[in-house]
């Protein structure tokens, strides 16, 4: 197979690829006129933490999109969660051991009467979720009255938003660099390669068509010398911050949850028919209260690390971050119809819209262009999105 | 054909909805290997019966037999686990999804078992959607196509592939010829044919007169929530065409006498 054939045979993952390559473009074009700032270690360190609350969010937003739902409450309730933590720390004196459970706790809750109102009640989502949205603006609101913002003080938890994975003491070669996440970065590439080529073996073995080896090995390369000068710029500051951490986790467990178990693909099918779901067997009510728990779960996850990140919680924490969460959603290939999405698409859509932001205010643009910015690359993601679903037939 | 045992029984189905009597004490039998054509006009309550077969609704009065057995059905479910298979007119299939992954909707293979998380099987679903599709003559050329990229016809076939995939006793077919080209009624009724080959058991709903005739065995044609005509298909299709009509727009009635209402 000629190079060009096997562009054309894969023009229907020309989404993915775009989405890839814009973001690409976005960090070349921002190192460029950064000369260099953008990619150093310090700002990419910062720069993850400060995408990893609203990424987690994302994770759980593309599965609602998926199954044709929406949720808006996510930001304020993200922004209650972190008062419930902080408060549970400072005036419970609950330990970070007790405290992470039951918000974790609350957030499946809080999720599961969403999903009680949509699938039991059958209250569109945008309405529930709004009135969610309200609920927990009154209820941080509430709890933050009396003290204003509650200042957290505990160590452990505020590593959680700020802290680094620790490293080996006393090597002698590589000063500077973070020899653990060097490590782990090697670790992640030999992994990576390993698990593409055994799926690879296995998947000839069954006779089914595969990349032809030159494309096969060219996107091995490709893939691991992300990783490789991901982990590189990062072992150059402090190596992985715990959020990092935290979202790796998130990210690895939802991608196989949502690709390879019987659950991900039931999730995909009542989002792109619920009558035919239903019709074999697949309760569409069940895959509903899942997908919002799993929201829920998130949610508190999202904000356990912004109070973790701000180390406090503060009366207006979380507004917005369901907006941000929703156009990462979009930005990362998620259909609005519903159906189509991938975890990962998200994920980098979320990354997109944070380098945004981030080069933007490392050049001292002005916030309003900004926003202007922002919003034509979230109109522009969704146009190229739409264009390649129609050539795509 | 030998005088064989029915697959189906339906005996003296009723089923009303408000006031509309939309079954009035419908007998139904539907032999092994045999295809069956169920004609009627709209409303006639062909759709009904086969709702009612296929557990989609509960029948207020009538038994259903199954292999000889006296059977309820709660739900399609129900209906499936006791080898009843329907495809839908509008073929509750996933666009979204590709072409092994419609096949085993809601009965996937499972590797392994993290509770409660089953993990996927995916190249032995593969293989085994290839082998089906194989089987039944079925031309499309990747079984990873999503299905919102096959053609009309290539979506009725894999409707109608998923309902044998399981070890199906019968195959209910709503209308699967309707809103397709000329083309593709041709492979949907080759596969009818070919079912058929293979031992199925099959009924089809139809409005199209020529398809029921070119595959079916056997006609029954219903009026007003009863049946007017039970016969094997036989005779030219001009001859059978004009008594088909007759029937269905109440000129001719085989049961009139044993009307109970």
Known sequence: ?????????????IRDYGMYIAFLAIVVFFTITTKGLFVSSRNIGNLVNATSYIAVLAVGMTLVIVIRHIDLSVGFLAGTLGAVAAMSLKYWHL???????????????????????????????????LAGWLFY????????????????????????GNGFIPDIPGIGFLPGVHKVTLLLGILAVILFIASEISNRKKTQAYHFEVLSPSMFILKLAFISAVIAGITWVLAGYQGLSWAAVVLLIVVLIYSYITSKTVIGRHIYAVGGNPEAAELNGISVKKITFLVF????????????????????????????????????????????????????????????????????????????????????VLAGAVVFDVATRKTGK | MPETTAVVEMRNIKKNFAAVQALRGVDLVLRHNEVLGLMGDNAAGKSTLMKVLSGAYIPDEGEILIEGKKVHMADPLDARRLG?????????????????????????????????????????????????????????????LLVERLSGGQRQAVAIARATAFNSKVIIMDEPTAALSVAAISKVLDLVRELKAQGASIIIISHRLEDIYSVSDRLVVMRQGRKVRDCPVTGDIDEFRERVVAYMIGARDDFANAVVD
Do not use: C
């Open chain 1, 293 to 376: 728990g799993s929201m829920g779960l998130l949610t508190a996850l999202s904000g356990i690390l912004y109070a973790s990140w701000l180390r406090s919680a503060t009366t207006i924490a979380g507004t917005g971050m369901e907006l941000d969460a929703i156009a990462a959603a979009f930005v990362g290939g998620v259909a609005v119809a519903g159906g189509v999405g991938k975890v990962t698409g998200s994920i980098i859509g979320a990354l997109v819209m944070a380098s945004l932001t981030n080069g933007m205010n490392l050049l001292g643009w002005d916030i309003s262009i900004q926003y202007i910015v922002r919003a034509l």
């Open chain 2, 84 to 144: 009843i298979e329907m495809v839908y007119q509008d073929l509750a299939l996933a666009n979204n999804l590709d072409v092994t992954s419609n096949v085993f909707l809601g009965r996937e293979t499972v590797s392994a078992q993290l509770i409660p998380i089953g993990v996927l099987d995916s190249r032995s679903m593969e293989q085994e959607s290839k082998r089906l599709l194989d089987r039944l003559k079925i031309d499309i050329p990747s079984v990873r």
């Open chain 1, 1 to 13: 197979m000629s190079f060009q054939e096997t562009l054309k045979a894969q023009r229907h993952n």
């Open chain 1, 95 to 129: 330990p970070v051991s007790v405290t992470i459970p039951l918000v974790l706790a609350l957030g499946v809750l809080a999720g599961l009467v969403t999903a009680f109102l949509v699938a039991r009640m059958q209250i569109p989502a945008f309405v529930a979720t």
């Open chain 1, 137 to 160: 603006k009154g209820l941080l609101q509430l709890a933050t009255r009396s003290r204003g913002t509650i200042i957290i003080e505990n160590d452990i938890f505020n590593a959680l």
